[in-house]
């Protein structure tokens, strides 16, 4: 098997991106091309652990907008993070990728509970690990989870997957002029308040020194240019 720089890799896929072009919900196709992606890595031998966001159907801090209780709100937001792993586990499995979902919040009929030792050796054995209702915790974000998940499982890169190129100096979407960094330190990313993730999530890799790579995910191969081809891409964080 050939020798990856990142052997190990933590995937924080965001509601957004499982929402693709119908911006709420699930599309199928956006699961279908990202899953394939996910594939090609993990074929290739990379061992891959997926946390997977919500946003798409629900956000806690929203919520409270609504009136919403903001434990309530985010236990709610928890839930729709299952319904994203069980369609990738479909999707992924159709695909012909053994796969497991593990929730932080037990409902042992349609998944395992969470156990590291046990996610460990699924993904020894070449299984995608798919992590399940963020950090089972309100008041946290599924960005943290990804990156406590990464932590706990020893993965040497957190690959945090977006609809723009990397991190820039303003918003893409509003300004054409933005310059895309290739590289930041933990401590610009945080000084800055860079949107692409929260700072405990920012944080917690700083401190178990897990380099962070933001990616666009929307062209197919991307993940495999980056993990197996080692092409440089995105911004790293680190
Ligand atoms: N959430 C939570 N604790 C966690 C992870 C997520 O309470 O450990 C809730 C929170 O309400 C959040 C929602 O689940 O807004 C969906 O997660 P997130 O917003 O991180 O999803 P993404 O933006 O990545 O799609």
């Known amino acids: ?20 072009k119908l911006g709420f919900g699930l599309d199928f196709d956006a699961i279908r091309s990202i899953s394939h992606q996910i594939v090609e890595i993990s074929r290739a031998g990379v061992e891959v652990g997926l946390v997977v966001g919500g946003g798409n159907f629900f956000r806690g801090k929203q919520a409270v907008d609504e009136g919403i209780e903001r434990s309530q709100a985010d236990y709610m937001g928890m839930l729709g993070t299952v319904i994203n792993s069980l369609a990738l586990q479909d999707v ?18 349609i998944a395992e ?23 089972g915790s309100p008041y946290f974000s599924t960005d943290t989870a990804a990156a406590l998940r990464a932590a706990e499982i020893g ?44 700072a405990a999530a920012f944080s917690l890799c700083m401190e178990n020194k897990i380099p962070i790579v933001v990616m666009n995910v929307l062209e197919d191969g991307r993940l495999a240019d980056f993990l197996i081809q080692g092409k440089k891409i995105g911004t790293i964080v680190s």
């Open 1 to 20: 098997m050939a020798e990856f720089k990142y052997k190990r890799i933590l995937l924080k896929l965001s509601g957004e991106v499982l929402a693709g």
């Open 92 to 109: 992924l499995e159709k695909q012909g990728i053994p796969t497991r979902v593990q929730t932080a919040i037990q409902m042992q009929e």
């Open 113 to 135: 509970p969470y156990i590291r030792r046990r996610a460990l050796r699924h993904m020894d054995k070449g299984r995608v690990l798919i992590f399940s209702a963020g950090t």
């Open 155 to 198: 993965a040497q890169c957190l690959v945090k997957a977006t609809k723009v190129d990397g991190i820039y100096d303003k918003d893409p979407m509003k300004n054409s002029d933005a310059v895309l960094y290739s590289s930041l330190t933990y401590m610009d990313a945080l000084r800055q308040r860079i949107e692409v993730m929260d």
